[in-house]
């Protein structure tokens, strides 16, 4: 879950503190063992990060940033500092890769999604999300911060461009639970008074690389809008959910 710039300069910043808002949602951690299978004994983690959903079959973690790199906890399966677009592992090294909420920040996609393929014996699996969904069913780039919207428009791989890359994949859509502990973009969909805390904004890299002045004008207007009520008056059905779609997909590819 980490960025694929040269030496992970990206994430040597905004990672220093990505272990204390980005811990891994046991509800997604399932959907992604599952996706993953029985069947596997050897899994690569790409895009590593700290950590976060590794199955115990994990035997190595791709990641270009150190700073991601030494948060990894102890008994995590070993990290190397590599890109995506150049994994160091021979053909049908491993039975399965993952890529958790990673693929936007490669700076090719396609040749990321062919190392992928290349390393994997059997499975691929790819946490993503559809930039159109989440534009349009996200309030919070819908209503307040249009420019982070359009700043992930610029990095955003669509979904069907994913799954074709992958020689065919199945989606399956992940709903992001009201109480999600992983911090990405959505997650607080239903505790809006988390996005005015610059700590929670430092580990969503779409808040974080859009940049504070950008978005100051719109966490204002979301300020007012909980200040007076207005927010709770507009979104009460949201209240009332436990989870939502606002376009987080998994892609699997069976090689």
Known sequence: MATYDPLGATYDTLGAAYARTRRPDPRIAARIHAALGDDIEHVL???????SYEPPETVLAVEPSRVMLEQRPPGAAPGVRAV??????????VDAVMAVLTVHHWSDPAAGIRELRR???RRVVVLTWDQDVFRERFWLV?????????FDDTRAVPVGRLAKLLGGARQETVPVPHDCTDGFAAAYWRRPHAYLDP???????LLAQTGEDVIAPGLARLADDLASGRWHTRHAGLLALDAVDVGYRLLVADL
Not at 84 to 93: S, Y
Not at 142 to 150: N, W
Request: hydrophobic residues 40%; neutral net charge; charged residues 35%.
């Open 84 to 93: 995506a677009e150049r994994l160091p592992l021979r053909d049908d090294a």
């Open 45 to 51: 983690d790409v895009g590593a990060g700290t950590g």
């Open 142 to 150: 819908r209503e307040y911060l249009p420019e982070a919207a359009a």
């Open 119 to 121: 390393v994997a014996r």
């Open 199 to 205: 700590r929670v904004r430092a580990g969503i890299s």
